[in-house]
């Protein structure tokens, strides 16, 4: 496994010394992500690859199609190492622009549909996004003038494309980029991009909870490494038939949901509609084999009376939360998940006893990662058993954010492993170190697996005229895990805020509606620590035994 041959300014690459190291150990893949597919594609051609309602794509047809869009993306003038701002819902057409980056080696940015002005005009701008790929049949948004709107604002942004809907005037769509280039010159077009599997595939984001996400490198052949070691660890095959309705540009998706799928020749299933009526009937068309569907989607399903446990006898099911019930609700078999963007991975097995599948996270998907809990305050080394930030290092690990100097040296032991800001436990169990997670050494709301940055919230809601003083926190929720709920002294005066206006503060301000608290309370004064600063632990504390004493459907 050589270095990267030309490296990105801004990218933290592995040492010399971890190269030689796994590559003594033969642990990474001497392919790029794209050379590896197109491998899978000419051992199954035949097989579906990718399917939604309506349309089914064999493994010949994505690999020819991505083909031609890759070459398009080159033709308009994007070059390898360029960067691509990614907000395309969950479809057939996502994995395609994926796919076609790999191939013509433009990175994507894993952004998100839901982010907005403050996220994607201060990623691109990092990043040096060249190119905004997006879709315009969004009912609820118009994503045709927030990109003309990004490309005003960001110097960089020179493409707007089209992966679903009309292309309006100065946009380019994925047909017009597939027929850019004559067929007979598309392979010499891709051969000209650089073949290495060190380099960078994608630019993943953090959990964002420091505010707006950072930027994470993750490389072709440590990306393939995980996607193995995730595929082996429950059996994937050609023959799996993966679907998850949560984001899928999303680092867990592509690594455990849908990725060992679609590397191995088998079928991923794709929603753009995400009622619970469409998923059950595109569950009912192609009967899934391996899923992830979030709790708060089954939970709407049955309430909708859409859940039919029929259709899930027999599936393998992952969670990062609520596997136990996740299982009751549905009836497959499901394990415990735990992940971080930086590279961690751990699982439960299907075949683990009730105490490892009901109560932790299993054990980490590499067996050459190294793990340890240490103390929150010193970073002194704690023993198992005991509960503190969990750290790890190894093959999955990232060495850093990208161009992120300042924020390297804090996210990082002074021995270079990465600080979670989870807590964590190790327990023995048949002779294994299990992992369980015990919550957050850091000030986050975690609603439905996004990470809400409290502080991000509080500044931007300061300037509201209603706000006096102001402090978030996660309450707890049944399906979302969390919410949060933003306890308000309001201004001498003022109107107290409702969530509603404090909801159009934030989109004012630009910021996801993901992130906007969901509750308001009201107060005179915030309880105070012994040194007089506000204690977040008991209003925590406080909005959890409110909650004991209300109604369940409140």
């Avoid at 041959?5 to 150990?25: H, N, T």
């Avoid at 290495?196 to 490494?225: C, M, W």
């Avoid at 003022?494 to 992130?515: D, I, N, Q, R, S």
């Amino acid at each position: 496994m050589p270095s990267v041959r030309k490296p990105i300014p801004g990218v933290v690459y592995p040492s010399k010394s971890d190269v030689d190291a796994f590559d003594a150990l033969g642990l990474f893949d001497t392919r790029t992500m794209a050379t590896a597919y197109s491998e899978v594609a000419r051992q199954h051609p035949d097989r579906i690859a990718l399917s939604d309602h309506d349309v089914v794509h064999t493994h010949a047809e994505l690999d020819d199609l991505t083909d031609r869009v890759a070459a398009g993306l080159l033709d308009i003038g994007l070059r390898p190492g360029d960067r691509a701002t990614f907000q395309i819902p969950n479809s057939r057409e996502l994995v395609i622009a994926l796919l076609a980056c790999l191939k013509a080696g433009v990175i994507p940015i894993c952004t998100l549909t839901a982010h907005r002005a403050a996220e994607i005009g201060y990623l691109s701008r990092h990043a040096g996004a060249r190119a905004h790929l997006i879709s315009t049949d969004d009912p609820k948004f118009d994503f045709a003038t927030f990109a003309r709107k990004m490309q005003d604002e960001v110097p960089s942004l020179e493409h707007s494309i089209v992966a679903r809907g009309e292309a309006g005037e100065g946009m380019t769509s994925f047909t017009a980029l597939a027929a850019r280039v004559p067929e007979v010159e598309v392979s010499a077009r891709l051969a000209a991009v650089p073949d290495d599997p060190a380099q960078v595939a994608l630019f993943q984001l953090s959990g964002g909870t420091s505010g707006v996400p950072k930027i994470i490198p993750r490389f072709h052949n440590e990306y393939l490494y995980q996607m193995r070691n995730s595929g082996d660890l429950h059996g994937q095959t050609h023959e799996t038939v993966a679907f998850s309705p949560a984001p899928m540009m999303h680092n867990a998706p592509i690594i455990c949901y849908w990725g060992p799928a679609l590397w191995r020749g088998g079928h991923v299933v794709c929603s753009p509609n995400p009622t619970p009526a469409a998923l059950a009937e595109l569950i009912a068309l192609r009967r899934p084999t391996w899923m992830s569907v979030p709790l708060p989607m089954l939970v709407k399903m049955k309430a909708e009376g859409v859940l039919n446990p029929a259709h899930f006898s027999g599936v393998q099911m992952c969670t990062a939360a609520h596997a136990q019930r996740l299982a009751e609700l549905t009836g497959a078999n499901v394990v415990p998940l735990y992940g971080m963007t930086e590279g961690m991975i751990s699982f439960g097995l299907f075949d683990d006893p009730e105490e490892i599948r009901k109560s932790t996270v299993g054990r980490p998907t590499s067996p050459h990662d190294q793990y340890r809990i240490v103390d929150p305050d010193t970073g002194t080394p704690l023993p198992d058993g005991s509960v503190g930030e969990f750290e790890f290092t190894g093959p999955s690990a990232t060495r850093g954010y990208f161009d992120a100097e300042e924020r390297n040296r804090e996210a990082f032991a002074a021995d270079g492993w990465v600080k979670s800001g989870d807590l964590m436990k190790i327990h023995a169990i048949g002779g294994e170190r299990i992992l369980s997670f015990e919550g957050r050494v850091k000030d986050v709301v975690s609603r439905g697996g996004e990470k809400i940055n409290c502080q991000e919230i509080e500044r931007a809601l300061a300037s509201h005229p209603g706000v006096g003083a102001i402090a978030c926190v996660p309450m707890p929720d049944p399906v979302f895990g969390e919410r949060m709920c933003a306890f308000i002294i309001p201004a001498a005066g003022a109107t107290p805020p409702t969530v509603a206006a404090l909801g159009a503060h934030l989109e004012a301000a630009g910021l996801a509606k993901f992130k906007w608290p969901e509750r308001v309370e009201i107060v005179s004064e915030f309880p105070q620590t012994s040194s007089g600063k506000t204690s977040k632990p008991l209003l925590r504390e406080l909005i959890a035994q409110q909650l004991t004493t209300e109604p369940a459907a409140s």
